[in-house]
């Protein structure tokens, strides 16, 4: 993720949609948003084309931009990543992760690290190294030895570098770090995460290494744990259209692949169990979910206006949610046909919510994602 491509998913616009509005070619908007760059490679033809599509002054939406730029990341970001790696960081200093900055010793960068493609002896692609590894998730942690002698009550942090600098012997990090985890959380995953543990263990000695594992993964999967990273969805949809089916099947694999616990009828149900008290978790349960997702279409909004089947049940209930509530975030439409009011229930006339274009799915899979984990909080149980 790039500074850009948060902007514009924070303003619920996407790529295709700005290219269509402005004229401006994908490959020119594409590499302008991909670049490493963030900010300063944005050239003035790309910013006008966002401001435009966002119905914004270009001077307005840079100020905005620099704003975000200086925010606080955000989890959402560790997610989100093409190959299942994380950055291991153990640290014999005890403020270290701490404050938002620290630098680690170049000759004990990519210690203890079995991939192929990362070689810490190369000292002239480390700098190409970090500007791939800052995109990973991060493990922050400290020796075991000081953990015990300073009986700190956690052993690190989930968090993720923010930027980095090569200073002679010494690579400077700013980072953000998320949740605390405890030594018994890390000593429980330790063969998972691919953490060396005999001999004198990578939990006794400071180093950078890179583990070949999806670390909010095996964070999720282990349910014996005290941290939990997982969010919550329901997803209320008609079965009429065997399309919307099929749809909302792949939009359930693709939040479920990317650490997201959803609750729908087509894995929560089973038979003999009892539909009504299914669809009144809605409301029995309305703490646990982080968001509703409703799925709009034609046939669901013909039953929730006419209260009609399971549709209707959950419909009404979901009223009851937002009823006098117009700032609320928790249940959010997803429009998978054109936008029109025959094809929204009522309740949910006038609410923001996202368009889900048959040709444009997986970029909006994005968004939806980025919303689930930005109004989440992670702490442990």
């Known amino acids: 993720m790039t500074i850009i491509q948060d902007y514009l998913d ?15 070619g994908q490959p020119t908007l594409k590499a302008a948003v991909d670049s490493k760059s963030g900010i300063n490679g944005l050239t003035g033809k790309v910013l006008k084309a966002i401001a435009l599509a966002l119905d914004k002054k270009p001077g307005a939406v840079l100020d905005e931009l620099i704003e975000f730029n200086n925010q606080e990341l955000n989890l959402s970001d560790l997610q989100i990543n093409e190959k299942p790696f994380y950055n291991l960081l153990v640290s014999a200093d005890a403020s270290s992760w701490e404050n938002d900055q620290t630098r680690f010793d170049r000759s004990r960068f990519l210690e203890s690290t079995n991939i192929p493609e990362y070689n810490g002896r190369n000292y002239d692609s480390h700098e190409k190294y970090l500007e791939q590894l800052i995109d990973y998730p991060c493990l922050f942690l400290y020796e075991k030895q000081v953990i015990d002698e300073d009986n700190l009550p956690y052993a690190g ?16 990090i700013n980072y953000k770090t998320f949740n605390p985890i405890t030594l018994d959380d890390v000593q429980l995953i330790q063969q998972e995460l ?3 543990q005999t001999g004198f263990t990578e939990l006794n000695r400071t180093h950078w290494a890179v583990k070949n594992v999806n670390l909010i993964k095996a964070i999720n999967d282990n349910k014996n744990l005290s941290l939990k990273l997982q969010p919550t969805v329901f997803i209320s949809y008609s079965q009429e259209l065997a399309s919307t089916k ?19 009828d087509l894995d929560s149900l089973a038979p003999g169990m009892d539909l009504n008290y ?21 046939s669901y ?29 928790q249940v959010v439409p997803i429009f998978f046909e054109n936008i029109e009011l025959s094809k929204i229930p009522i309740f949910l006339q006038g609410k923001l919510g996202f368009n889900y274009p048959v040709d444009n799915e997986n970029e909006v899979n994005n968004l939806i994602l980025k919303n689930i984990f930005n109004n989440y909080a992670f702490s442990p149980k």
Do not use: W
């Open 10 to 24: 924070k303003n619920n616009i996407t790529r295709y949609k700005i290219s269509k509005l402005s004229g401006i």
């Open 157 to 172: 942090y989930i968090g993720k570098i923010s930027n980095f600098k090569i200073n002679g012997n010494a690579i400077e």
């Open 194 to 196: 691919e953490i060396k």
């Open 246 to 264: 099929k749809r909302v099947e792949s939009l359930v694999k693709y939040l479920k692949d990317n650490g997201v616990d959803v609750t729908s």
């Open 278 to 298: 299914f669809m009144e978790s809605v409301v029995r349960e309305n703490n646990k979910f982080s968001k509703i997702f409703v799925i709009c279409d034609h």
């Open 301 to 329: 909004a013909k039953k929730a206006d006419r209260n009609l089947g399971g549709v209707g049940k959950e419909a009404e209930m979901m009223k009851n949610l937002i009823a006098n509530n117009p700032n609320q975030i």
